[in-house]
Antibody, heavy 121, light 103 residues
Framework: QVQLVESGGGVVQPGRSLRLSCAASGFTFSNYGIHWVRQAPGKGLEWVAVIWSDGTNKYYAKSVRGRFTISRDNSRSTVYLEMNNLSAEDTAVFYC??????????????WGQGTLVTVSS | DIQMTQSPSTLSASVGDRVTISCRASQTTTGWLAWYQQKPGRAPKLLIYKASTLQSGVPSRFSGSGSGTEFTLSISSLQPDDFATYYCQHETTFGQGTRVEIK
């Protein structure tokens, strides 16, 4: 079955960096684009970034552009989110999710369990 | 940027009720509109994509409709497991969520 497992979250001081990982299994990873979506405590869902199946295209939300970098290693079936210059506004549960097979922006079909990032001094 | 507005924000209902949640886009969409269910402490779960296509494994009491700027999620007979928050999504934009609570 499809499984996505996020890791790398934790408590980090403002201005510091953190790298999240999303390890996938149960499907042909190299055929799917992968998104990161976050959810601040008690708030709604916010799309963060996407990477194409072959890594050629990457897009970011305005709120993270220039600070976050998405990448992937298809040999390891893993997607990464490098987050720099973190602020309290980045405190959230971060989820990775697969893009729809026919249209990467169409829907987020399978989700990981999420990893909590807390930015605090 | 496109805005997705859900209504109501909170909905109180009883088991067995028919429930309808609306999602309005600020501009005409491509028709790719998805609905998710999220329970506290859990990841969202895809229910419907492309406005009306039921995701595999999702109970048939869930249905979606609409096009252009107006979309609807319906639950034909609310079950105890359905009390949750529901989100619509078009491309990179999510609605603000609708919490379905026990009346």
């Amino acid at each position: 079955q499809v499984q996505l497992v996020e890791s790398g979250g934790g408590v980090v001081q403002p201005g510091r960096s953190l790298r999240l990982s999303c390890a996938a299994s149960g499907f042909t990873f190299s055929n799917y684009g992968i998104h990161w979506v976050r959810q601040a405590p008690g708030k709604g869902l916010e799309w963060v970034a996407v990477i194409w199946s072959d890594g050629t295209n990457k897009y970011y939300a305005k709120s993270v552009r220039g600070r976050f970098t998405i990448s992937r290693d298809n040999s390891r079936s893993t997607v990464y989110l490098e987050m720099n210059n973190l602020s309290a506004e980045d405190t959230a549960v971060f989820y990775c999710a697969t893009g729809h097979r026919d249209y990467i922006w169409g829907s987020f079909d399978y989700w990981g369990q999420g990893t909590l990032v807390t930015v605090s001094s | 940027d496109i805005q997705m507005t859900q209504s109501p924000s909170t909905l109180s209902a009883s088991v067995g009720d028919r429930v309808t949640i609306s999602c309005r886009a600020s501009q005409t969409t491509t028709g790719w509109l998805a609905w998710y269910q999220q329970k506290p402490g859990r990841a969202p779960k895809l229910l419907i994509y492309k406005a009306s296509t039921l995701q595999s494994g999702v109970p048939s009491r869930f249905s979606g409709s609409g096009s252009g700027t107006e979309f609807t999620l319906s639950i034909s007979s609310l079950q105890p497991d359905d009390f949750a928050t529901y989100y619509c999504q078009h491309e990179t934009t999510f609605g603000q969520g609708t919490r379905v609570e026990i009346k």
